[in-house]
């Protein structure tokens, strides 16, 4: 599966994930829209939470992340063609954001979606490039198995609301 990453660059550049993922040609970066693959869009404003059901077309057309800062992250930012899919409940592990729901690297984010798509090692090589990446599985490790069990996103969302109603 090859993974994309809608890059905007304009995050600190030391703390990029989406950039070191690059230095190690683990994904190809794209500034532009038209550029970027039309595949499986990780979108935070999604109607659909993501699912293995989206994995054929992830494999076949690509996983995409953007990268961007979270404070100017709007809607409209996600114009990619493909499909949207939005992540379910996951607590970031990177030293910025720990612990803290939803506010995940793009490295987390990529991760997170090969976990669900049940190709854990990927996820664990991507997240390998990073002395916290461990710590993300660790984490997460209950729901990223639960979510990769299911068929698709209804029971993802049922799934995720168990972790909601928890918090």
Not at 32 to 60: F, K, W, Y
Not at 104 to 110: G, K, S
Not at 114 to 126: P, W
């Amino acid at each position: 599966m090859e993974l994309h990453v809608r890059y905007e660059g304009d995050d600190d550049p030391t703390k990029c994930t989406a950039r070191k993922l690059a230095r190690f040609d683990l994904t190809e970066l794209h500034r532009t829209d038209r550029a970027a693959p039309r595949g499986v869009i990780l979108n935070p404003h999604a109607d659909q939470a993501l699912s293995p059901a989206d994995a054929p077309r992830a494999e076949d057309r690509g996983l995409v992340a953007l990268d961007c800062s979270w404070e100017s992250a709007e809607r409209a930012m996600f114009t990619l063609g493909g499909i949207h899919r939005a992540l379910p409940f996951l607590v970031a592990g990177n030293p910025v954001n720990f612990g803290r729901p939803m506010e995940l690297t793009t490295v987390e984010a990529l991760a997170a979606a090969l976990c669900i798509f049940g190709q854990d090692a990927y996820a664990e090589e991507i997240l390998s490039k990073f002395t916290w990446g461990h710590t993300f599985l660790e984490l997460n490790e209950e729901p990223l198995r639960r979510y990769a069990e299911c068929e698709d996103s209804a029971e993802v969302v049922a799934v995720q609301g168990e972790y909601l109603d928890r918090e």
